[in-house]
């Protein structure tokens, strides 16, 4: 049994909240410094895409999850930032040089992409962003002298000057840095007032404006760290792939962004990850099953969409807070076992909010 | 002569973006619900027609009927299984609902063995027929969707005025409490409003068959109606035909006049010009929060 008692608000904010989380995120970093020892070499580089994946999902999980703005256009955010890594490592930019840069650039686009946005709310925008991935993808496409147009474009690996980072283990460990430093440093922000805003935004706008917030200044912010979050997922997705070409950025790759948020848990640092992971187990888990299953099914080339979309109508319609929300549930039964009781958890159902009050 | 003739062939793809967004406003009215999913019932509403002419034989308007039939059957049993459990949860559990939908009908009919993965021409009866009018070329498939898209703007607008249904739907648009309260079943007419939005793609998609082919990524198309939705304002019956004419028409003509790959995101320009200009749209109602 634990009881929480707290006594100042230090202790309200403070990241760990208790000794149970000290040990077992402990465990986790442990884990994960040792990863290259312990897994073999194609589950480390799987592992290094689940850290590239949760860095661009905390970045839409900030914008979507906790400032309840919606982007369909994220992956062109990923472009920009890979794209901008690629240019610049080939002109020999120091790799952190060059991430900073391509962070930054990303935040700009976020800028441009979110001043627009703040006339327009709801559909409207996600209209909006789709719109704006479509420009930036045939953008990449028809650039030919800086993007190499269609025919894509290759990095060179990660390097400091003379310094070159060529092996699976040293990447692993610049993702693995990037990614806990993100982790934090959004963790920070959540408990700061800046993050306070961005929640009282998503959960009722007219409330956070008529509390002070300043609606335009703090969505701004929001796109453009989201934006920068994404840029820096993507120069590390353009290092991992070696090459990169403007189809791996276009709507499918936004709508796998969306999956990832969602499955993960909408409003939660951990969902990111979660739904990272599951965003890269599934197709490994699908290529597993497949070899049990009939030829007419598993081999079909139109299994995985299928699958994910099954899981997706899943999740929306069984699991709205997802991956963590689940884990939220099965934790809470054993933590109060056995006094857990069926609607704890019960989401009010709101009728109707109507956009179109006069 | 040129730029009529782009002209036209921009008003008959404007037609099949204006029928997909009248899906969606359809949807958006009803329900306050954007569908994601709108061009793959477009896509399956091509296959229907496909498979009714190929499987069973059937002649070719008989096929048309029966995949709109088949559509607007379907449509209402989707709403009823998957769209009415999360009404009034927030509007963006609905759009990856919607998403999901997509996917998983794209994935099930590429998985078709032999079906899912070729292209097939519909052999519809005016394939190949060209009028001359003086030096303009008009074939016969582009004026078939103009006039289809015109009659079924005439029988939508007759609907909505004069039957009961049509009205008792305007009502539960702009109240659904209201028009609960005088005796109108709301969650039926939801589930009528997506067998309707459903049987339009199906128009839609038997429309578009002879002119790109049927295949299983063909509603991606229903990524452009979104821009022709917006632009003529997203809860408005002929603002989404008129967006979807505006739409089509600045496509074919930058496709032809200005520089290549102008063609394939003129839409998203236009829409992104038009949120900046007027966020509502051509026909949309301007709109206030009140607290």
């Known amino acids: 049994m634990r009881f929480i008692f707290k006594t100042s608000y230090e202790q309200d904010i403070r990241l760990a909240k208790h000794g149970g989380h000290v040990f077992w995120y402990a465990v986790l970093v442990l884990f994960l410094l040792a990863a290259p020892w312990l897994l073999p070499e194609y589950w480390l580089a799987q592992l290094t895409f689940v850290l590239i994946y949760g860095i661009v999902g905390l970045g839409l999980m900030l914008l979507a999850g906790y400032t309840g703005q919606f982007s369909i256009g994220h992956a062109a955010f990923l472009g920009v930032g890979a794209y901008a890594q690629g240019v610049l490592t080939n002109l020999g930019v120091p790799f952190p040089l060059a991430m900073a840069c391509a962070a930054l650039l990303a935040a700009v686009v976020g800028v441009v992409v979110g001043l627009p946005a703040l006339r327009v709310k709801g559909i409207y925008l996600g209209i909006a962003t789709l719109a704006f ?174 699958v994910y979309g099954a899981v997706l109508i899943g999740f929306v319609l069984f699991e709205p807070l997802g991956l963590y929300g689940r884990w939220l549930k099965i934790r809470t039964w054993f933590q109060l076992f056995p006094f857990y009781r069926k609607g704890m958890f019960k989401r009010q159902k709101s009728f109707q909010k109507s956009d179109r009050l006069k | 002569m040129q730029f009529l003739q782009l002209v036209i062939s921009g008003i008959a793809q404007g037609c099949i973006y204006g029928l997909i967004a009248l899906g969606f406003v359809l949807i958006y009215k009803a329900t306050e619900t954007v569908s994601f999913a709108q061009g793959e019932l477009m896509m399956l509403g091509a296959f229907c027609g496909l498979a009714a002419m190929s499987m069973l034989g059937f002649p070719f308007w008989l096929a048309v009927l029966s995949a709109i039939a088949a559509m607007a059957v379907f449509g209402v049993v989707l709403e009823r299984l998957v769209i009415r459990p999360i009404l009034g949860q927030p509007a963006f559990s609905i759009v990856m609902l919607t998403i999901g ?143 979807g004419l505006i739409i089509g028409i600045v496509e074919s003509l930058s496709g032809f006049y200005l520089p290549e790959g102008f063609k394939d995101i003129a839409a998203y320009i236009v829409v992104l010009i038009m949120l900046m200009v007027r966020p509502n749209g051509l026909f949309g109602e301007k709109l206030r929060k009140k607290v």
Not at chain 1, 171 to 200: M, P
Not at chain 1, 211 to 236: C, E, H, I
Not at chain 1, 245 to 256: E, T, V
């Open chain 1, 133 to 306: 991935g479509f420009i930036v993808e045939e953008g990449f496409a028809r650039w030919e002298s800086v993007t190499g147009g269609n025919s894509g474009m290759s990095l060179r690996s990660p390097a400091i000057f003379d310094w070159r980072i060529t092996s699976g283990e040293g990447f692993y460990f610049i993702c693995l840095v990037t990614a806990v430093l993100s982790t934090l440093a959004i963790l920070n922000l959540l408990r700061s007032s800046t993050g306070r805003a961005f929640v009282a935004i998503r959960d009722s706008e007219i409330s956070a404006q008529s509390m002070g917030v300043n609606l335009a200044r703090y969505k701004t912010l929001s796109f453009a760290l989201s934006a920068a979050l994404a840029g820096l997922g993507g120069a590390l997705y353009a290092h991992k792939l070696q090459f990169i070409s403007p189809d791996q950025f276009g709507i499918l790759q936004s709508i796998d962004l969306l999956l990832l948020v969602v499955i993960g848990g909408l409003g939660s640092v951990h969902g990111a990850f979660l739904g990272a992971i599951f965003l890269i187990a599934m197709p490994q888990v699908i290529s597993m099953v497949k070899d049990y299953l009939p030829d007419s099914i598993g081999q079909a080339p139109g299994l995985q969409a299928v």
């Open chain 2, 101 to 243: 939908i997509g996917y998983v009908a794209r994935g099930l009919v590429t998985m078709i063995p032999g079906i899912g993965t070729e292209t097939h021409a519909l052999e519809v009866p005016y394939r190949n027929v060209t009028w001359n009018l003086g030096s303009l070329v008009l074939s016969a498939e582009q004026m078939v969707v103009i006039a289809v898209t015109a009659v079924l703007c005439a029988a939508l607008f007759a609907m909505f005025r004069y039957s009961k249904l049509g009205i008792a739907m305007q009502a539960s648009s702009q109240n659904q409490l209201a028009a609960y309260y005088m005796g109108i079943p709301v969650k039926r007419l939801n589930g009528l409003v997506w067998g309707l939005a459903a049987a339009v793609a199906a128009v839609a998609g038997l429309l578009l068959a002879p002119i790109t082919f049927v295949y299983a990524n063909m509603g991606f198309i229903g990524l452009k109606a979104f821009p022709a939705a917006v632009v003529g304002g997203f809860g408005s019956l002929p603002g989404a035909i008129v967006g």
